[in-house]
C-alpha cells in the first residue's frame, strides 16, 4: 500500500468549493448579526433616551452641557458591550476546549486543538468597544436636538416622525437577517430528515462492515482473491448471516475510483475521446445482495466470472442511459476500456450515491473482483441477529483465519455517519445562528415599537379620550412596526431561497420549493412580531387618558 502527503491547508482544501461558500457565507452571517445586535441596542437606547426625555430636558435646563449627557449614554452603552462581550468571550473560550476534544468522525480519529490566544482576546475587545460606540451613536441626534422648554411644558421629545429613519432601514435589515436564517435552517432541517429515510443505492440498517487490507498482511496476486474468497465463506457459515459481499471501496468512503470509458466503435482511445468517466467497484458476486442494490435488468455475477472468461460488468441506469442511451440497449452490448479490452454488460442496478450525498447521478461500473483483484476489501455482512454478537463471532471468525490480519468493525450506520456530518454540521450551525437571528429580530421589533408607544403617548392618549377603539390604537401604535416586519420577512424569504442552492451542495436534498418551508417561514416570523409587539402593545391599551392630559 502507498501513502501520498498532501500540503496543510483550510479543510476548504480538500473538502471542495462548497464548503469553502458555505463558511463564508456563514462569516458575512456572524458580522450581520453583530451588526443588527448594534441596530438593536441602539434602538433600545432610543427607546430608553425617549422615556427620559423629560429628565434630560430637566438636566439641559439646569445647566447641562449635552456633551455630558451623551458621555453618559455613551458609557452605558460601552459598559453593556463590553459585559455582553465579556459573556460571549467566556462562552467561546468553552466552546472552543469542547471543540479541540471533539472526534465528529468515527473513521477519521483526527484531534485539532482549537485554544483563544492574544489576537482572539484583542479582536473580542475591539469588537465589544465597536458595538458600545455603535450602539451609542444612535440617540446622539435625538439628544442634541432636544428642547427643554418644549419636553417640561409637553413631556414629550418632538413631533412623531413619519419619514422612513436610517433606524427603520437597519430593522428591516435585521428582520430580512432573521428571515434569510430562519429560510436556511428550515431547509437544512427538512433536507436532513430527507436524507436519513432516502435511497443511496444500499440499504446501511443491518449491516456491518469488516475493512482490511490484505497488502498489509502479505498477500498478493491470487492470492488475494483466495483469501477474500476464504473470508467471505467463514463469515458466511455465523448464526444470523444472510449474505456476505465483498467490495473494494465502500460508497461515500472517500468517493471512488474513476476512470474513462469508450464507446465501442471508438478506435482513438485518448482520454479526449472518452464517452464519461466512471466510477469503478470491484465486487464479489453477493455484493448486491449484501448492500441491498436492486437488480433492475439481466443478472449478477458468479464465482465463474474469472480471469478465465470473457470481462463483464453491471452498469447502473445512468451508465446505461449516458452510454448506450436508453437502459434497454445496455443488456449485452459493450464497451472499451482505457487499455483497449471490449467489456460486456451483462446487469443493470438502480443508481446511487458514490462519491457525496449531494452529488448528480453518477455513472457507476461494477466488475467481478476475481477479473479485477484489489487489496482493498471491505465486507458487507447483512444479519439479522444482534449486532454485538455478530461483530464478536466475526471478530473470532477471521482472527481464525489469520492472526496477523489488520481489521476493523463496525456497522454501516456508523460509516455513514461521516457521509452525513457536513449535513448535520451544517444545519446545526444555521440553527444557532437562526436562534440568535430570532432573538435579535425580537429585540429589535420590541425596541423599535417601544420607541413608537413613547413618542405617541399623549397622542395615544388623546386618541383613547375622544373614543378611539383598541384596534385603532394598536394600529396606530404597532402599525409601522409591522409594515417594517412585512417588508423584512420578504425581503429575507427571498434572499434564504437564493441562499439555498448554496446549501443544497452542502445538505443533501436541501430544497427551498417546499410549502412545509415556506409556511414554516411565514408562521416563524409572524409569532417572532407577536412575540415583540406584545409588551409594548400591553403598554399602549393601558394609558390612562385622564392621567396623560393633567400633565400638560
Request: proline fraction near 5%.
Amino acid at each position: 500500500m502507498t501513502f501520498s502527503l498532501a500540503r496543510p491547508g483550510l479543510a476548504g482544501d480538500w473538502l471542495g468549493r462548497p464548503l469553502r461558500a458555505f463558511l463564508t457565507g456563514l462569516m458575512l452571517l456572524a458580522g450581520l448579526i453583530l451588526l443588527a445586535a448594534c441596530a438593536n441596542l441602539g434602538s433600545l437606547f432610543a427607546a430608553r433616551a425617549a422615556d427620559r426625555s423629560r429628565e434630560i430636558a430637566l438636566r439641559l435646563a439646569l445647566g447641562s452641557s449635552p456633551a455630558r449627557i451623551l458621555r453618559q449614554l455613551f458609557t452605558e452603552a460601552v459598559l453593556i458591550s463590553m459585559m455582553g462581550g465579556a459573556v460571549g468571550l467566556w462562552g467561546s473560550v468553552a466552546s472552543l476546549r469542547g471543540l479541540s476534544v471533539w472526534q465528529p468522525l468515527p473513521t477519521a480519529p483526527l484531534q485539532i486543538p482549537v485554544n483563544a490566544d492574544a489576537n482572539v482576546y484583542g479582536v473580542a475587545l475591539l469588537l465589544s468597544l465597536a458595538s458600545g460606540f455603535l450602539s451609542g451613536v444612535v440617540p446622539v441626534r435625538q439628544v442634541l436636538h432636544t428642547d427643554p422648554y418644549q419636553v417640561i411644558k409637553s413631556g414629550s421629545t418632538g413631533t412623531v416622525v413619519r419619514r422612513i429613519t436610517v433606524r427603520d432601514l437597519l430593522l428591516v435589515a435585521q428582520v430580512a437577517i432573521c428571515a434569510v436564517l430562519v429560510t436556511s435552517s428550515l431547509v437544512a432541517v427538512r433536507g436532513l430528515v430527507r436524507s436519513l429515510h432516502s435511497n443511496f443505492g444500499f440499504e446501511p440498517r443491518s449491516a456491518i462492515l469488516v475493512e482490511t487490507a490484505l497488502s498489509m498482511a502479505g498477500y498478493s496476486g491470487d492470492g488475494v482473491s483466495a483469501m477474500q474468497k476464504r473470508m467471505i465463506d467463514a463469515l458466511e457459515t455465523i448464526p444470523g448471516v444472510q449474505s456476505v459481499g465483498s467490495v473494494d471501496r465502500l460508497p461515500l468512503y472517500y468517493g471512488a475510483n474513476s476512470t474513462h470509458i469508450f464507446t465501442d466503435d471508438t478506435s482513438d482511445l485518448r482520454p479526449a475521446n472518452a464517452a464519461a468517466e466512471v466510477m469503478v467497484y470491484r465486487i464479489s458476486p453477493e455484493y448486491f445482495d449484501a448492500a441491498r442494490t436492486t437488480l433492475l435488468a439481466g443478472r449478477t455475477f458468479t464465482w465463474h466470472d474469472d480471469k478465465n472468461s470473457p470481462r463483464v460488468s453491471v452498469v447502473n441506469r445512468e451508465f446505461a442511459s449516458k452510454i448506450f442511451g436508453s437502459a434497454s440497449n445496455a443488456i449485452g452490448n459493450y464497451y472499451k476500456a482505457k487499455d483497449g479490452s471490449r467489456i460486456r454488460v451483462v446487469g443493470m442496478v438502480e443508481d446511487g450515491k458514490y462519491a457525496s450525498l449531494a452529488e448528480d447521478p453518477q455513472p457507476a461500473m461494477f466488475y467481478p473482483f476475481l477479473q479485477m483483484p484489489s487489496s482493498e476489501t471491505s465486507l458487507v455482512v447483512r444479519s439479522n441477529g444482534d449486532p454485538q454478537q455478530v461483530a464478536a463471532a466475526i471478530k473470532n471468525t477471521v482472527q481464525d483465519l489469520d492472526a496477523g490480519l489488520p481489521f476493523t468493525i463496525r456497522t454501516w450506520s456508523q460509516e455513514l455517519e461521516s457521509a452525513l456530518f457536513p449535513s448535520r454540521m451544517a444545519t446545526l450551525s444555521l440553527g444557532v445562528l437562526g436562534v440568535m437571528g430570532a432573538m435579535l429580530s425580537v429585540t429589535g421589533i420590541f425596541g423599535m415599537a417601544a420607541y413608537s408607544v413613547s413618542k405617541r403617548l399623549k397622542e395615544l392618549g388623546i386618541r383613547m379620550a375622544l373614543g378611539a377603539q383598541r384596534k385603532e390604537v394598536l394600529q396606530a401604535a404597532l402599525g409601522r412596526a409591522f409594515k417594517l416586519l412585512a417588508f423584512g420577512s420578504v425581503a429575507g424569504l427571498l434572499l434564504g431561497i437564493l441562499a439555498s442552492r448554496v446549501l443544497a451542495s452542502i445538505v443533501y436534498q436541501a430544497t427551498s420549493r417546499d410549502p412545509l418551508v415556506l409556511a414554516g417561514v411565514v408562521l416563524a416570523m409572524a409569532l417572532l412580531g407577536l412575540l415583540a409587539t406584545w409588551i409594548p402593545a400591553r403598554r399602549a391599551l393601558s394609558i390612562d387618558p385622564a392621567i396623560l392630559l393633567r400633565e400638560e
